[in-house]
């Protein structure tokens, strides 16, 4: 049993899975990084807006002006948080769909390309060259 584990574990898919899971990891923290720390302070700074700090109290003694402060208070509706991890979806979503988009162009490329024709064997070089010394004589 442990040798059939093994030989599945060390299947191209399960190590090429693991490692997308990995780059997946790391990549989905430079977005997070690209948004909360590039992108929504530009949107804030050119709308006034800082999404991170957008919440609604749900508890009546909440009484802070930002989200961690409240949160220590009591329940709150992070929605600023939410519109945060929409745009970070929308920006995966995006660079996702131009990296499939690359790769299906250079498939095509790829694709479009003729094949060279395979070389005949030596009999059928053989059958034509003989064929065309009787179509001389």
């Known amino acids: 049993m442990l040798k059939e584990f093994r030989d599945f574990a060390m299947k191209g898919n399960v190590v090429d899975l693991a490692v997308a899971v990995i780059i997946g990891a790391a990549f989905g923290a430079i977005v997070t990084s690209l948004v909360g720390d590039i992108i929504m302070p530009i949107v804030g700074m050119i709308g006034g807006l800082d999404f991170s700090n957008y919440f609604i109290p749900l508890a009546k003694n909440v009484t ?15 929605y600023g948080n939410f519109i945060t991890l929409i745009v970070n979806f929308v920006i995966v979503a995006f660079v996702l769909f131009i990296v499939i988009r690359l790769m299906s162009q250079f498939k095509r490329k790829d694709e479009a390309k003729p094949a060279e024709p395979p070389k005949p064997s030596d009999e059928v070089v053989l059958l034509t060259e003989i064929r065309d010394l009787l179509k001389k004589s």
Do not use: P
């Open 64 to 78: 802070a002006t930002n989200l961690a402060d409240a949160k220590k208070q009591g329940a709150v509706l992070a």
